[in-house]
């Protein structure tokens, strides 16, 4: 790839000090994302998978500098956003917005929505009249297809997939040039996923928006994703292209995780081959030595005990950390 | 209704695609609702459901379909302003509607074993997980104390719980997220259940602990000869782990049947909406979804005629006013005005 990635995150680590337990003892570090590299181009998704605490979230909101680093940098359009005081930052965020997954427990209840979404508009300062602000409103809530005539009413008066409609128009409000989406459509029934999902799509062709799409289900993540990184325990596992880590994925976690992806056809049900995994994930406070996923690992070897695996290029654009792929 | 406690269940309706037997449990045209202060909620509305011996049968739609108030009708653990107001449910000869309170504490965790989908608020967090399922099997099985003890060793130790003797004298708060929902199958199963009802219990779970649980809830299902009903969202859950397939929408059962039929040659329009909206594994990224348009209707005033139809693009007047029932179409059966001429679509 010729062009300069929009976002260029470098050994990026978050670690989180536990409550100190035992006055005699260091308190306990959670090393949360412990060394995470990726590359995001312009109007591309990236999609980032894993299970619960594989610290996923974490990278999301520590690229968006939600949390700061406890080191590594985030290259964006050439800044690297971590060297900047909180008051330099400003001027960035309206670049990058985040989703989340609940958009109930991100609203206030006790705003209307309209003003909801024009609150991000008055902070930026993009608006200089309440008419302005009022237009541009309509304008989002006709584009994520809510019925801008709603725009008095409160969150608790709408639908699931209607208040994640709300929170896109939130995070559109200030035509931000990338967006992190953190589980977006996870606690969405089927029908209302596919609705949201394919309104995504049309932002993202529409607006050039650059997507980090944060998820735990492997269909949804193939379906929106150019590349996909697999993360386990604060590491990227393997990073591909999305259809070749379907096709032919190298990690033995990679593996493990689409084996266990139900899919819908009962054919293909019946003939894969579960990899039923044993136990569940270690702690992140301490981390298995060498490779993090061996002991759950079927194949590990001596090795992995001792040695970390890098992440490597084995073929062109698919990265993957194991020292047997 | 009014019919007593033991009314025999009637002969079959419909053979063909339903395995030619009596069934094990039988739903005749269940109603239950909810006063509320908007109107009447009719969470599930006119439901007819065989489950036969030995199967495992997936009960899919979206929230608010009527699917886990249908489980917890059969269970007798309806919330307070809810009530099975007119229908049947047959179960060994007797209808389950009609039973007293003490009847049905002796059929729930006896012969009917239900596992939720959050066991922290199904379990109790101040009694050990021992003492958990050795109350069950004293009540219904009579077993003492020492007795009990020993076979819930024997289950946890079955159901995959590491050491199991150090942990029986564990809290619910002590185990993650997975071994939980094992605790709670070990009590589901101590009592060799005839009928499992298992509402969305890995919606919570992550996708390699889900594969997990879904194995170890199908190897006991067959070790023991149980029928089980398995309530779901997911689709993928039902290819992978379901013998037969009810779809519900509004309160209604809207297609129904085994498994590959209702999945490979879906009938009903909002079958395979459901199914379209789910990204398979031959759709081809950035293809935009097959979505269903729309809001599921309000349970208090619901539409006339198909109760899909608002949302339907094959939707016409007769839909709007008469309202469908299920017909036989191959092995499967659909209530659809519609699935003739959307075969004909589909074989264009």
């Not at chain 1, 799409?213 to 292209?241: C, K, N, Q, T």
């Not at chain 2, 070990?186 to 919606?203: G, N, Q, Y």
């Amino acid at each position: 790839m010729e062009e300069q990635p929009l976002l260029s995150v470098r050994d990026l680590v978050k670690h989180f000090r536990m409550p100190r337990r035992n006055l005699l003892r260091p308190p306990d570090v959670v090393r949360a994302v412990d060394g995470v590299s990726f590359d995001i181009w312009r109007g591309k998704t990236l999609g980032l998978v894993g299970e619960s605490g594989c610290g996923k979230t974490t990278t999301g909101r520590t690229i968006l500098q939600l949390m700061r680093a406890t080191s590594g940098s985030v290259q964006f359009g050439g800044t690297d956003l971590c060297q900047l005081s909180d008051k330099d930052l400003r001027q960035y965020r309206n670049g990058m917005q985040i989703i989340f997954q609940d958009p109930y427990a991100s609203l206030d209840p006790r705003m209307t929505i309209g003003k909801a979404i024009a609150e991000p508009l008055m902070i930026h300062e993009l608006s200089q009249t309440r008419q302005e602000a009022r237009e541009r409103v309509q304008e989002l809530m006709e584009r994520v297809g809510l019925n801008p005539y709603f725009n008095n009413r409160y969150p608790h008066e709408f639908s699931g997939g209607q208040r994640q409609r709300i929170g896109i128009a939130r995070a559109l409000a200030v035509d931000p040039d990338f967006v992190v989406l953190d589980e977006p459509v996870s606690s969405l029934d089927v029908s209302i996923q596919a609705q949201i999902l394919n309104l995504l799509q049309d932002l993202q062709d529409e607006m050039e928006l650059t997507y980090l799409f944060i998820a735990h289900d492997l269909r949804v993540v193939r379906h929106i994703s150019d590349r996909i990184a697999v993360m386990y325990l604060g590491l990227i596992v393997e990073l591909a292209p999305g259809l070749e880590i379907y096709d032919g994925p190298l990690h033995p976690y990679t593996q493990a995780l689409l084996s266990a992806v139900p899919w819908t056809d009962p054919r293909l049900a019946r003939k894969h081959q579960r990899i039923i995994l044993e136990g569940e994930v270690s702690s992140a406070v301490n981390p298995p030595s060498g490779c993090r996923f061996h002991p759950r690992c079927p194949i590990a070897e001596t090795r992995c005990q001792v040695e970390s695996p890098e992440l490597r290029e084995v073929r062109p654009g698919h990265w993957v950390a194991c020292h047997l792929a | 209704m009014g019919m007593d406690c033991s009314s025999q269940p009637e002969t079959p309706l419909t053979t063909g695609s339903e395995p030619d037997r009596i069934p094990l449990l039988r739903i005749q045209e269940l109603h239950t609702q909810f006063e509320t202060k908007q109107g009447t909620v009719r969470a599930v509305d006119g439901l007819s459901l065989d489950l036969y011996e030995g199967e495992v049968l997936g009960l899919v739609g979206e929230s608010g379909c009527g699917k886990t108030m249908t489980a917890l009708s059969i269970m007798g653990l309806l919330p307070g302003n809810g009530r099975a107001v007119a229908g049947a449910i047959n179960f060994e000869g007797k209808n389950l509607l009609q039973c007293s309170g003490e009847e049905m504490k002796k059929i729930r965790g006896g012969k009917i074993a239900m596992v939720f989908q959050e066991p922290m608020t199904a379990l109790t967090p101040t009694m050990t997980i021992g003492r958990q399922i050795s109350e069950a099997m004293e009540i219904h099985l009579a077993l003492s104390r020492e007795e009990a003890r020993a076979r819930a060793l024997e289950l946890l130790e079955h159901v995959g719980i590491p050491s199991p003797r150090a942990r029986f004298d564990n809290y619910i708060h002590q185990f993650s997220g997975g071994m939980r929902q094992r605790v709670m199958i070990a009590i589901a199963f101590s009592c060799e259940p005839r009928l499992l009802l298992a509402d969305e219990p890995t919606t919570a779970l992550d996708v390699t602990v889900q594969a997990q649980i879904l194995d170890l809830i199908k190897q006991l299902a067959q070790e023991a000869g149980m029928t089980a009903l398995f309530i779901t969202h997911d689709m993928g859950i039902v290819a992978g782990s379901c013998d037969r397939v009810a779809v519900m929408y509004a309160g209604r059962m809207v297609e129904v049947g085994p498994v590959d039929d209702v999945l490979l040659n879906p009938r009903h329009p909002y079958t395979q909406g459901l199914l379209g909206s789910v990204p398979s594994l031959e759709s081809k990224p950035g293809d935009r979804l097959y979505s269903i348009s729309g809001l599921p209707p309000d349970l208090v005033s619901l539409p006339t005629g198909c109760k899909f139809w608002p949302r339907c693009p094959l939707a016409d007047e007769r839909c709007k006013e008469e309202e469908p029932f299920l017909e036989q179409y191959g092995n499967s059966r659909a209530a659809c005005w519609k699935v003739m001429p959307l075969r004909e679509v589909l074989d264009e």
